[in-house]
């Protein structure tokens, strides 16, 4: 019977319900053929082989070519090892072709196809509702980046906490290219750091409202 525990824990690197099993089945036995890992991991055979070869591509097992093939279990530091490698050669090969993307003429087509489209876009239809406090950030941080003459912010104690752990980078930038910041907030100068790019000023009494306004052109506002 498969640890629930485990199978749980290895959902949290990543892998489907399929290659937690199989993984797990094969670290069981050490070696196996496929049929072998799909009547232990009691996964259909039809998907058997696919899995295993992801789990090799991630670098979980090793396969022993042959009539039938067999699969070789590594040892789990050393798995996880090498899945860390990958990941982050992966990562570093990703990261260079977007950089390779930006720097290159096709950029400029991107945003010529961009800015021709949002042209003919009516403003009433970028007004809508964000769902989930990642994506709100995500958003804030986009306009943060663009603001080109103000920033006002008016927010919670916790979540001026927020402003200063997510945007502290982004909004001592706006402020180094002239961009006028000022946080309002029930103490905003308790948090010393947001003092170092904004007017900071606090108010007497305490809050549940967060918005910014950006240039008098852009609202965000959380309404929890």
């Known amino acids: 019977m498969m640890d629930n525990s485990l199978l749980d824990t290895l959902k949290q690197i990543g892998l489907?319900?399929?290659?937690?099993?199989?993984?797990?089945?094969?670290?069981?036995?050490?070696?196996?053929?496929?049929?072998?890992l799909s009547r232990l991991a009691k996964v259909p055979h039809s998907r058997t082989y696919d899995v295993l070869e992801s789990l090799e591509d991630q670098g979980f097992v090793i396969i022993q070519r042959g009539r039938p093939a067999r699969y070789v279990a590594i040892e789990p530091f050393e798995a996880l090892e090498r899945v860390k490698r990958k990941i982050k050669e992966d990562t570093d090969t990703a990261v260079e072709r977007i950089s390779s993307l930006q720097k290159s003429?096709?950029?400029?087509?991107?945003?010529q196809i961009y800015k021709k489209g949002m042209s003919l876009v009516n403003p009433s239809e970028l007004t809508g509702t964000f769902h989930g406090r990642d994506v709100l950030h995500k958003q804030l941080e986009s306009m943060f980046?663009?603001?080109?003459?103000?920033i006002?912010?008016?927010?919670?104690?916790?979540?001026?906490?927020?402003?200063?752990?997510?945007?502290?980078?982004?909004?001592?930038?706006?402020?180094?290219?002239?961009?006028?910041?000022?946080?309002v907030a029930p103490e905003a100068k308790s948090v010393a750091e947001v003092q170092q790019f904004a007017e900071v000023k606090n108010l007497k009494d305490a809050i549940n409202s967060r918005l910014a306004i950006i240039d008098d052109e852009h609202l965000v506002m959380f309404l929890t």
């Open 105 to 111: 003429p096709k950029m400029k087509d991107l945003q």
């Open 145 to 150: 980046k663009k603001a080109k003459k103000h």
């Open 152 to 183: 006002s912010i008016i927010t919670t104690n916790e979540g001026l906490k927020e402003i200063a752990s997510r945007h502290k980078r982004t909004l001592s930038d706006a402020s180094s290219r002239g961009v006028k910041i000022r946080i």
């Open 16 to 36: 489907n319900l399929y290659e937690r099993k199989l993984w797990l089945a094969l670290l069981s036995c050490g070696t196996a053929t496929a049929g072998e």
